[in-house]
């Protein structure tokens, strides 16, 4: 079982829909939990941090499922500006990111 | 504050040439990240250093690969000889580890490498 997985999706959805992407881990010892985005021909940029309680930033909500060893990020009315592959990183002994799971907004 | 930054941005070299890669991380940040993307293998890490240290280099992919650390503000990363097969965008990231707290890798912007 590889150490980060995610659906490689893409995830085709309509202006406004509500999307949701789940990212497992394997290391039950992981402690800081991250959704990184990325643009084509870009790097890595930070979008939110993963808290135990869950967090929110706007559009975005982040939440860690530690008994199930998983954290998902759901977006809500999204945008067309949110098209990009979306990665999470896991810090457990080392950062390990996930392949990235790519999501298309369409008009 | 200014970034993670990476030099070259683009560099196209025939196989058989040395290459180096350069980056300055955040100033304050004590951990040093390198990382190799394609699209074949996603985005894989190389090596990782703490403190000017080398911490784990197990992503280097063989000899042919050295990265150095000599001061907290300058990393290197060498290819010698590099092969077509080592095209691909290599990022250079650093975060800062503080308390009980791990935080978030900021990356630079990348350097594409080509080898023909």
Redesign the interface.
């Given at each position: 079982r590889k150490e980060v997985e995610q659906d490689p999706g893409p995830f085709n959805v309509p202006e406004g829909a509500t999307v949701a992407f789940n990212c497992t881990y394997s290391n039950s010892a992981s402690q800081s939990f991250f959704w990184y985005r990325q643009d084509c021909r870009k790097e890595p940029k930070l979008l939110m941090s993963v808290y135990s309680s869950g967090n929110e930033d706007g559009r975005f909500t982040a939440q860690l499922n530690r008994a199930s060893q998983y954290i998902s990020l759901l977006i809500r009315d999204s945008k067309l500006s949110d098209s990009a592959t979306y990665l999470c990183a896991i810090y457990g002994q080392n950062f390990v990111f996930g392949p990235g799971t790519r999501l298309s907004v369409l008009p | 504050d200014a970034g993670v930054i990476q030099s070259p941005r683009h560099e196209v070299t025939e196989m058989g040439q040395e290459v180096t890669l350069r980056c300055k991380p955040i100033s304050g940040h004590d951990y040093l990240?390198w990382?190799r993307q394609t699209m074949m293998r996603?985005?894989e890490?190389l090596i990782?250093f703490n403190n000017n240290v080398p911490i784990?280099d197990s992503g280097m992919p063989e000899d042919r690969f050295s990265a150095k650390m000599p001061n907290a503000s300058f990393s290197t990363l060498k290819i010698q000889p590099s092969e077509p097969r080592d095209s691909a965008v290599y990022?250079c990231a650093s975060?800062d580890k503080s308390g009980y707290?791990?935080q978030?890798?900021?990356?630079?912007?990348?350097t594409r490498l080509s080898i023909l």
């Open positions: - | 990240f990382y996603g985005l890490l990782y784990d990022f975060s707290s791990n978030p890798q900021h990356f630079g912007d990348g």
